[in-house]
Structures are given as structure tokens and as C-alpha cells.
């Protein structure tokens, strides 16, 4: 969990980029990722992820979403 606005602030983004291989070895392996917070975090998170799909395995971060590996609850 990232909390951007408490305690040891931290961002989504940076440790997306942290764990890059381990989130593109998930999705590969069929896990499912959950993403939850503001719709402004969530075009980022998508961006992020749309790239290191493409680069890692050649198919977009939709291609996960209508498998269902990818959920969403962003207000």
C-alpha cells in the first residue's frame, strides 16, 4: 500500500516501478491485480501499467482487464 498523504509518504507510481518484474510476472501467471483510489491515480496507474505490459509481454494493460486480471474501484 502507498499512502501519499500520511505517516511515510510514498506514491503508486514509484513502487509500480519498483516492483515492475514481479507485477508483469503476475499478470503472465494469470494473477490479478487491484487497483483502488482517485480517478486521477487510476489514468496513471493504467498508463504505467499499458507500458509495461507492451514492453514485457507485447499486449496492452486491456488485454488483462477483459481477462479479468486487472480490477478497479476508482472514485
Known amino acids: 500500500m502507498a499512502y ?3 505517516g511515510n509518504k510514498q506514491y503508486v507510481k514509484d513502487l509500480l516501478e ?3 518484474d514481479f507485477i508483469a510476472a503476475t499478470l ?3 494473477g490479478t491485480l487491484m487497483v483502488c483510489g482517485s480517478l486521477a491515480m487510476q489514468h496513471d496507474v493504467m ?9 514485457k509481454h507485447g499486449k ?3 488485454h488483462y482487464e477483459s ?5 478497479l474501484d476508482c472514485y
Open 67 to 71: 481477462h479479468g486480471q486487472v480490477l
Open 28 to 30: 503472465a501467471g494469470e
Open 18 to 20: 519498483r516492483d515492475a
Open 47 to 55: 498508463q504505467f501499467l499499458d507500458a509495461l505490459c507492451k514492453e
Open 4 to 6: 501519499s498523504r500520511e
Open 60 to 62: 496492452s494493460i486491456s
